[in-house]
């Protein structure tokens, strides 16, 4: 079935390019501390300091974070072999032109090929696949198939939210008219040039300091911004849930301008669950897309390992044990005159062996074959049953749609009079697009966060048991069974 997303999705890089780069191996688990800059270089067009201009001062850093360029975009070989320019991505030079892109392609027919039928209408439905390193972050977002082209797109600015630091300083020195976050992506084309870098997550002027950039963030963490771990809030502003601005007009929960990425959480670490996202939108009735066949209003969501990390019950390495994000997929190297720092090249602990051999410590007493054979299983379990959540919601849409679609213009379309003549009523088709809006929700929560159950196997497999629970409550109103036949009988 599906690959490990924990395992591929950050990437692995090779012996040769740690060689290239001049770093070794060692890996121990702490938070070695760096001297603040001695001079602070000179920003860019957007305000931005940039990374290539710590790498004097900063190098072992540096070098570690340009090993992410081995975790190679889909079709980026590609691309550059029939002659393709990328003038963004860094760390590319360090593999010699020796790479490949092996990615999953998660439409497969020996993959996840549901999410055609779930994201029907949605970018995810074109083009669903491994991500790529952050070095990679700016082509990939012009290169992911689901923009298409980005000089025809009706893609908005918004696109880049999390791929560069230089669209909110941008952002925030805008001075045109309307919102600065529903311009045309058209127009962004070629625009920036600073990946995930320094600016994310540190200070500009002292990358010794963490710092939260998106101001949404700060305002969905509220009081627990003062006791959450700094490492987790600067990951967790991008490996959350968000959309695009819901609702505007100085509302306390939304007050943000059109477009914006907007948390929908606005209460700290309690409000990050699942049901109170729900309420949100269901509030100022959002939706990414209106399902065409049914009428139900949908929502896309976006990878949430802080919320399964650090909020509904949490990973009990983060709650009980004081750990974050960095120690496990960072983690501190040793150079080779025993410099100490905090490694930049982000990737799964199963990667790092180092690491994993300090981990196992631990985890080789609590669990036979060590940490790397309790993430296989626990992945195969929750990954299945993922998988088959996932066909169940397919199986119920299109029960729904033979109840109330008709056919126009070669394509099904949602019919109210289609609807009332096969028996259904008003208010249960009501209640069949709310299932269909909450229950792939449910399941789009679990199958976008990337630890495919590890992080916080108790939080997903509620969220799975709720998806099949609105399913039960479809299936008697249709009075016809989403189940495969197999769990059926």
Not at 23 to 38: E, K, Y
């Amino acid at each position: 079935m599906k690959a490990s997303r924990f395992r591929r999705c950050i990437g692995a890089i090779g012996a040769s390019c740690i060689v290239v780069l001049g770093l070794s191996a060692a890996v121990a688990l702490g938070a070695p501390s760096a001297q603040a800059p001695s001079e602070v270089p000179e920003a860019d067009e957007f305000g931005v300091i940039t990374s290539d201009k710590w790498a004097e001062q900063y190098p072992l850093e540096y070098q570690s974070y340009l090993l992410n360029a081995e975790n190679v975009p889909p079709e980026y070989d590609e691309f550059i072999a029939n002659g393709g320019v990328d003038n963004t991505s860094v760390g590319v030079e360090a593999l010699n032109g020796d790479y490949t892109s092996v990615k999953v392609d998660y439409l497969a027919d020996d993959q996840a090929p549901e999410i055609k039928t779930l994201g029907k209408g949605y970018g995810y439905a074109k083009y669903y696949t491994e991500p790529a390193g952050h070095t990679y972050s700016l082509w990939s977002i012009s290169h992911n198939g689901r923009l298409g082209d980005l000089t025809t797109s009706k893609g908005k600015v918004s696109c880049f939210t999390c791929k560069t630091p230089q669209i909110h300083y941008e952002a925030a020195a805008y001075e045109g008219e309307g919102s600065f976050w529903t311009q045309s992506i058209n127009d962004y084309v070629d625009h920036y040039t600073e990946n995930v870098a320094c600016a994310n997550c540190h200070q500009n002027d002292n990358p010794t300091q963490l710092s939260v950039l998106r101001k949404d963030w700060v305002r969905a963490m509220g009081e627990d911004a003062e006791t959450v771990p700094l490492q987790g809030q600067v990951c967790g502003q991008c490996h959350c849930d968000y959309s695009m601005a819901p609702a505007t007009g100085g509302d306390e929960k939304a007050p943000f301008e059109p477009g914006e990425p907007t948390s929908p959480y606005y209460g700290g670490l309690e409000s990050m669950t699942p049901e109170s996202a729900l309420a949100f939108y269901d509030e100022y009735d959002f939706a990414d897309w209106v399902y065409a066949s049914t009428g139900a209003k949908m929502l896309a969501i976006r990878h949430a390992e802080f919320e399964f990390c650090y909020a509904n019950g949490g990973n009990k390495m983060v709650t009980l044990m004081g750990y974050n994000c960095n120690d496990c997929h960072m983690g501190v190297e040793t150079a080779d005159d025993g410099t100490e720092y905090t490694s930049h090249h982000w990737q799964s602990p199963l990667d790092n062996p180092a690491l994993l051999e300090q981990c196992d410590k631990c985890h080789s007493r609590t669990y036979e074959g060590g940490l790397e054979a309790w993430v296989k299983d626990t992945q195969a379990d929750i990954d299945g049953r993922t998988h088959q959540l996932g066909l169940r919601a397919e199986q119920f849409i299109w029960n729904f749609e033979a109840k109330v679609a008709v056919e126009k213009d070669g394509a099904l379309a949602f019919d109210m009079d289609t609807a009332l003549a096969n028996g259904l009523t008003e208010d249960q088709v009501a209640e069949l697009q709310k299932i269909q809006r909450e229950a792939c929700y449910y399941w789009n929560l679990a199958a976008a966060e990337n630890s495919e159950g590890v992080h916080n196997p108790r939080f997903y497999n509620e969220l799975l048991d709720k998806g099949n629970e609105l399913l039960d409550r479809a299936d008697e109103i249709l009075g016809v069974s989403s189940l495969p036949a197999a769990q059926a009988a």
